[in-house]
Nanobody, 122 residues
Framework: QVQLVESGGGLVQAGGSLRLSCEAS????????MGWFRQAPGKEREFVAR????????DYADSVKGRFAISRDNAKNTVYLQMNSLKPEDTAVYYC???????????????WGQGTQVTVSS
């Protein structure tokens, strides 16, 4: 089982940027396809972005396409989420997750980090 720890969240003004990191331990990250999800208060957890094992394939939710970029450095066992042009509606707890599948469903992911809070002020 892989353990995941997110970092990089914080408070930012609308239009600003943040880069989230997700560091893995316990198993090599290159064994897994990785995803980022987010959950706002009172809402269900939703898919944000995913990346293939090698990093050559990525996919995004329509709401973040063109603003967010997922990447990975398997040598560092780390996945990143670069978030630009942030909006107040991006405010949520952001989670990284690992899967052997290629899916946008949270239920397909078997390992989760503890989450990092992102707050975007207007």
């Amino acid at each position: 089982q892989v353990q995941l720890v997110e970092s990089g969240g914080g408070l930012v003004q609308a239009g600003g940027s943040l880069r989230l990191s997700c560091e893995a331990s316990g198993r090599t990250l290159s064994s897994y396809r990785m995803g980022w999800f987010r959950q706002a208060p009172g809402k269900e957890r939703e898919f944000v972005a995913r990346i293939s094992r090698s990093g050559d394939t990525t996919d995004y939710a329509d709401s973040v396409k063109g603003r967010f970029a997922i990447s990975r450095d398997n040598a560092k066992n780390t996945v990143y989420l670069q978030m630009n042009s942030l909006k107040p509606e991006d405010t949520a707890v952001y989670y990284c997750a690992a899967t052997i599948n290629w899916s946008v469903a949270p239920t397909a992911y078997h390992s989760w980090g503890q989450g990092t809070q992102v707050t975007v002020s207007s």
